[in-house]
């Protein structure tokens, strides 16, 4: 604040073009017509530049990014301009700026203005850190995403395009090979009976057309097919001690193992909000989740992580990959992909670290808001009972996300230790198999309707022939 006998500027008032008062109306058109043009025109150039292949040079994405800054240029200040024209005047909040008024430079820049003020700048700063290097970032991501777009994915003439990948495996393991393949392959064959069991008993099933028991079903379907996009080839690396596949099936092996993962994402963070509705709100379950609301839910988690994982997908087609082909793990995830690419992978990295806030970390805090309700609420409940009750509806819907999240958290958070390499392929496997495998049994084991369910299932397909 200023001192009393000084009144401290708390905003500055714009006064405009006070000598035209009598022609704002023609004005403010004018004025309103042109920046329509500007919008409309830069932004077509940019788009017919980003879709157009045959402008994919140089001089088109120095004119598109020259357009984007015309856009992003006129729209800092018409807006305020034609405000002003139309209401004569206008006003900005500002800074606080009391005594000093001296600025040692022959300019006003950014820095003297805020070593002058008397207000707190450190949002200020911040905010113009983040913006040059969100300028940094955006403008290398054109360059780069173009450049890859444009690549036809051939190396130089004195190098060789790889057509396969060579998949190590465990090799460490070689002396048990054979347990560790009976286990693998006896794991896999429950995670496939128990997932496809499932799926099958809420198809029939007529007491469990429920939308609960309908996001279980989806849920196993993704596990069933999860687990076989990477399983089969994890058990022929392990039995052969080595493995390969074409390029272009590494990648798509990694886009459904990534896109099956989204999906799983979604599908609890769905069932999260079931179990609250159930149990926050029991009285409007009905209405706000109805069948065809619920089935709304799956096809949109399958679409968006169908949307999602195909961007970074399409990139990854197109980058370069020379000379090396040698995978040291079981199958084709991103990390292991990138460092076989002679291409710059810079875009792609970004892409995922956006991918994973999307679909993992905005769900993970869905679910945490969600069940936060859900304690909340339970506790509230005046009989004990009652609060069992109400839990028990819940728990096996937070087990299964505790085993998720869990696994992710170990995946990518928790340290390595010494022997990264190794731990990594085995936090993979865990990963890998964990979910599918669990999901079936806890269901299963704790919840009666399902049971109910599966022994009609059996005793129709079994006794009745």
């Not at 003439?157 to 190590?168: A, I, P, Q, S």
């Not at 020379?322 to 990390?335: G, T």
């Not at 990295?349 to 869905?366: G, R, Y």
Request: with cysteine; aromatic share 14%.
């Amino acid at each position: 604040m200023c001192e009393d006998n000084h009144t401290t500027v708390t905003y500055v008032l714009l006064l405009g073009f006070q000598n035209l008062k009598s022609f704002k109306i023609p004005l403010f058109v004018i004025l309103l017509l042109v920046y329509i043009v500007i919008l409309v025109g830069n932004l077509l150039v940019v788009l017919t530049v980003l879709i157009a292949k045959n402008l994919r040079h140089p001089m088109y994405i120095f004119l598109q990014n020259l357009a984007l800054s015309d856009f992003l240029f006129s729209s800092v200040v018409v807006p305020q301009l034609l405000y002003i024209t139309w209401w004569e005047t206008g006003q900005l909040l500002m800074l606080k700026f009391c005594d000093s008024n001296i600025i040692d430079h022959f300019f006003c820049d950014l820095s003297p203005i805020l070593n002058l003020s008397s207000s707190d700048t450190s949002v200020i700063i911040w905010s113009t850190r983040f913006k040059d290097i969100s300028v940094v970032f955006i403008s290398r991501s054109f360059y780069i995403g173009f450049e890859i777009l444009e690549s036809p994915g051939m190396c130089e003439d004195n190098h060789t395009t790889v057509t396969y990948v060579l998949l190590l495996g465990f090799q460490d393991l070689q002396n048990f090979k054979i347990p560790l393949f009976v286990i693998l392959l006896l794991v896999y064959i429950v995670i496939l009976v128990g997932n496809l069991l499932v799926v099958l008993t809420v198809l029939i099933a007529k007491n469990l057309r429920h939308p609960m028991y309908i996001f279980l079903q989806n849920l196993a379907f993704c596990d069933f097919l999860f687990s076989s996009v990477v399983v089969p080839q994890l058990l022929y690396v392990t039995w052969w001690e080595t493995g390969q596949l074409l390029m272009v099936g590494c990648i798509f092996q990694f886009y459904m193992y990534s896109f099956l993962g989204i999906v799983q994402s979604f599908l609890l963070t769905v069932m999260a909000y079931d179990r609250y509705l159930a149990i926050c709100d029991p009285l409007r379950y009905s209405s706000l989740l109805s069948i065809k609301h619920c089935h709304q839910l799956v096809y949109l988690s399958w679409s968006l992580a169908f949307v999602l994982d195909s961007v970074e997908v399409i990139f990854i087609f197109h980058l370069k990959f020379c000379d090396s082909n040698i995978i040291d793990h079981f199958f084709c995830d991103l990390s292991p992909i990138l460092e076989l690419a002679s291409s710059d992978t810079f875009i792609i990295i970004w892409q995922d670290l956006f991918l994973s806030v999307i679909a993992i970390l905005l769900p993970f805090l869905f679910v945490l808001v969600s069940y936060t309700c859900i304690v909340i609420t339970i506790l509230n409940i005046p009989s004990i009972t009652g609060r069992k009750k109400a839990f028990s509806t819940c728990s096996t819907h937070l087990l299964l996300v505790v085993i998720y999240y869990g696994a992710l958290i170990a995946l990518y958070l928790a340290p390595s230790g010494d022997n990264s390499h190794n731990a990594n392929k085995f936090k993979s496997l865990i990963n890998m198999v964990m979910n599918p495998f669990s999901n079936p049994l806890i269901y299963s084991v704790r919840n009666k309707e399902l049971v109910r369910g599966f022994k009609t299932f059996i005793h129709r397909q079994l006794w009745t022939k």
